[in-house]
C-alpha cells in the first residue's frame, strides 16, 4: 500500500484519500483516484472484495436487474471481456465480476480487508480527516469518502429470547460462506421482502418443513429468468455506447422506452393486454408500462389488482392466498422479482403465517411463539433487510467541522438533509457515494455509481488544481436541495407507503424520503451543471 507523508513530521500514516467500503463503489473510487495521481486507501469489512454481493451469499440470491445492464460502463474493454451467462445473474456470478473487475485493475493492493472504519473525525486545525478503524490504527486523509453503500447494514429485529435459541439463525445479508444445509430440518423464514421472496422457494425444496412470518403482503412478479443466448450477449456489446448513453439520460438507469399513456386513457382490454404481455416478458418492466403509474391512485390500483388475480390464480388454498393479498401500492416498496414464490404455498411442507393478526411474542428455545401457538424450528433466518441509506453512515462516529456529529445533524426533524446526496454541509472533504437524497436504491445502482464516483474525482481534482484545500457544501444549498427532494418525492405515491424506503422499517428511525426521485438523466445533469458553475453551492478554502 503506497502512502504519502505531509511536509510537516506526522506521526501518523497519511492518504489523499480514504474510502470506506470494496463494493461497485469503493472499488470504482478507487481506480479513478489512483488515474488521477492520487495516493488512497480503501478499508474493507469483509475479506474479500464485492460489498452486497459478499455478504448477502443466501439461496436463490439474484439481482433484479438484467446482467448487460448490471455493469461498470467506464472501461469498453471490461464491457467486452466479460460474458454474463443469465438475464438476471445470481450472486455468486456478480460476486465473480467484482473479482475480475479488482484483479483486472490491480486494485487489491491498495485494499485492506477484515478493517471495519469505526470513526472520522474532521481536524479543524489540520484540514484533514483523522480515521480510525476497529484494530485500533488511525490514519489521516484529506478525503474521507463513503462508499458504504445503501444495504450493508443489516436489521436483526431486537426480539426477546433470541439468545435462548437451541438451533442455528441467520441474517440473509451475512450468509455463511459455507452451505447452510436445510435437507431434513425445520426452518422459519422471518420477513418477505425481496431477499425472502428470493430464498423461500430454494429453502422450501430442501427443508423438511417451512414456515413462512409474513408482516407484510407483496406484490411480486416472475423475473421470467433464463440462460442468455451468445447472440443476445453479442447485440448487448455491440450496442455498448448507444446502451451506456441511454442509461445515463434514462429514468432509472435502464435503457428501456417508458410508455408515454395513462393507464386510464385505454380500455380495461387493451390495459390486461399490455399487463399480460409485461408479466410474459417478465422482470422490472411491469412499472414502467404507463406513465401514472407510480403517481396516480387510480392508475395504480388497476396494476395492482392485476397482480394480486395472478396471485389468487396460483395460489390453491383461499385462505392462504388471502393471506398472500397485498394493499399497498404496486411499487412504492421496492418491486420484487421472483422464481416460482407464490407457487411454494402448494408445497405441502410449507406453512404461511400473518403476523399482523398472530404477532411474533418471543423467540424461544425450540422456535418461534407466536400469540396463538409455538412453531417449533431448527434454523431460523432473518429475511428482515437492512437500516437502509442512512444506517451504514451512521455506524460510524463521523464528526465534522467544529465536532458536529452526523449523527445530531440527521437527528433533527423528520429529514436527512444532504447536499445532491454527495456531500454534508460542515463536514468538508466528505464525500458520499450514493448517499441519501440522490437516486441511489431507486435506481439501476451501478449507473449511479459511476456517475457520483466521476463526479467526485472531477471535483477533486478541481480543488486540487484550483490550489483550494477543502469544499465544503453551503447549508442553504443542501436545504434547498432536501426540500427540492422532498417536493418531488411527496407528488408520488412513494411517500404513502410504509418501506425502507422512508425508514419505516427500523423501530425509532425518523420517517422521511431520503432518495432522490427526480430521474437518474435529470439528476445528472443538474450535478454536471452545478460544477460547471464553479460547484455551485459549495464553498472552498
Ligand atoms: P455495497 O455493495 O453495499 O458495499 C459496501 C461495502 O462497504 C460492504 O462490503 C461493507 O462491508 C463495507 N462497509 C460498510 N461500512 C463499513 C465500515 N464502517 N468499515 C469498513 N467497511 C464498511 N441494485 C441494483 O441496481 N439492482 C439490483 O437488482 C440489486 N439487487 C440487490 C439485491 C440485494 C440482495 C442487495 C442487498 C442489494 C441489491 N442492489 C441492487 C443494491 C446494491 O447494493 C447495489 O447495486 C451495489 O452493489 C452497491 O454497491 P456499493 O459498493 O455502493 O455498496
Redesign the pocket.
Known sequence: MTTQHNTKPNPLPAFDAVI????????YMLHKLREAGLSACV????DGV???????RYPG?????ESVY?NYTFSEELYQEWTWSSR?PG?PEILRYLNFVADKFDLRRDIQFR????SAHYDDDERKWRIQ?NDGATVMATYFIS???????TNVPKMKGLETFEGQWFH??NWPHEKVDFHGKRVGVIGTG??GI?SIPVIAEEALHLTVFQRTAQYSSPAQNHELEEAYVQHAKNRFHEMKQSMRESTA?FPYKRSRVSALEVSEEKRQQVYESAWAQGGLILTSTFNDLLVNEEANETLSAFIRSKIRAVVHDEKTAEMLMPNYFFATKRPILDTRYFETYNRENVTLVNVKADPIVEITPKGVRTEKGEYELDILVFATG?DAMTG?LM??DIVGKNGEKLKDKWAEGANVKTYLGIANAGFPNMFM??GPESPS?L????VS?EQHVEWIADCIQYIREQGYESIEAVKEAEEAWSKHCWEVASATLFTKAESWYTGANIKDKPVGFPIYLGGVGNYRQICTGIAERGYEGFTFQ
Open positions: 470506506v467500503g470494496a463494493g461497485f463503489s469503493g472499488l478499508y474493507e469489512a469483509g464485492g460489498g452486497v454481493w459478499y455478504w448477502n440470491a439474484r439481482c433484479d436487474s448490471y438476471y450472486q478493517t471495519r472504519v469505526t478503524t462508499a458504504v453503500g445503501c444495504l450493508s447494514a440473509t445479508g425481496s431477499s428470493q438507469g437492512y451504514p455506524k460510524m457515494i450514493t436504491v435506481s439501476n445502482m451501478p455509481i
